[in-house]
């Protein structure tokens, strides 16, 4: 939880914004281990096919987590604008979507569609940590749930970075194979730039500023227990159960 | 997830039952590093706060996650007994329950009521997996949340070895702050036959009883993800954002 520090008024919208890119640029999870060894090129073949398998589990959170909040929102015009992410993610017209070329990004690195949905090696901790983000959107008021989604912020970065690494550290994974990236490393800032707008009106007193702040600390311990669970399985190399074979 | 396999009829009761105990001895956090290390003395006191910390944050979802299951049960023979958990851990009468003997193991460890009720050492991860288990049984339905009590028919076992080893290998920790530990020792195993009775005569199906073990692989994997979060906080050094202080 953020500090509660006594304030008299809020911050002005600038310095607020300003608090929730720091919180951000702090603790996303670019600056994970995990991430760190993906962006130096040290993450052998299994390593990444376990994080395409696990992140799947998030994508295909996502389009639901949206309807939930759109299922909790009364405002038209903002429902208007919000229901353009389920249609991004699953896919409208000859749009594929984003889950789509998730699954093109598996199948670019050697790990087949049924076994993604399957989600055969979705790891536990993987799963709590992205239904925490699920249940928190459906059980929050609306604008709550669009300042959870305020990590987008920091994402194009590390689109980006994947774009510019994963191409000479990686060359086994076909370019095409990286069009989720190629979508997100401009989409994803358009709309957070939406939710931002949303945020900065809506979180107007101090106490509602401190809450945006808890939500998005929130969202990033999401985000960075994801990256922890992985770490332990596939680094360390304790998965669940992983010295089951000694049990007596 | 419990591997499906085809078959034509429910295994008999006995040998649903002695499928149901083979996962919890093979799987139960008695094998976690984190718990072998307490168990051989190798924790120290900061390792040994941190778990009863950690460990707070389910003692003090539980009572509720029985009210959410009440609330799903329109069997009031049912109900009748399944409150009796409710009061076990808030207290009745004399008995202060539960949650008051953990308070006391917590004090008797150094650490102070308002620390513990802020609950500011509980690790993301671990909130992620408690809460988890809380909505499963809020969204499910009541026979399923009693499945998913089954893990208690291994918690006598590992009380006892509490019982057995802190007394040697933490004697700085007060005797009577281990009494959570006494209630749990009997009183587990007592209400784990009330579960097991209801899971055992429910789950009749041979889909149902692989439900079944599927639900207790999601409780064991919510305790087995407990205490990854803290093995890799605690024992590895690595809590969130340990390497916040590196980010330019």
Redesign the interface.
Known sequence: ?ATMHPVTEADSQQHFEARLHDLG???YHI?H?FHRLMASGDLDAEQIRNWVANRFYYQISIPRKDAALLANCPDRDTRRVWIQRILDQDGSGDDGGGIEAWLRLGEACGLGREELRAQ?RVL??V???V??YS?FVRDSEWHEGICASLTELFAPAIHRQRLENWPRDYPWIESAGLDYFRRRASQAGREAEQGLAVTLEWFNTPERQERALQILQ?KL??L??ML??M??AYV?D?P??F??AQ?P
């Open positions: 939880m640029r702090r603790r600056h281990p055969r536990p901790g799963r709590f940590a239904d925490a249940h929130f311990d999401v960075w227990s922890d669970a770490y332990l360390l304790m669940p159960y010295n089951e049990v």
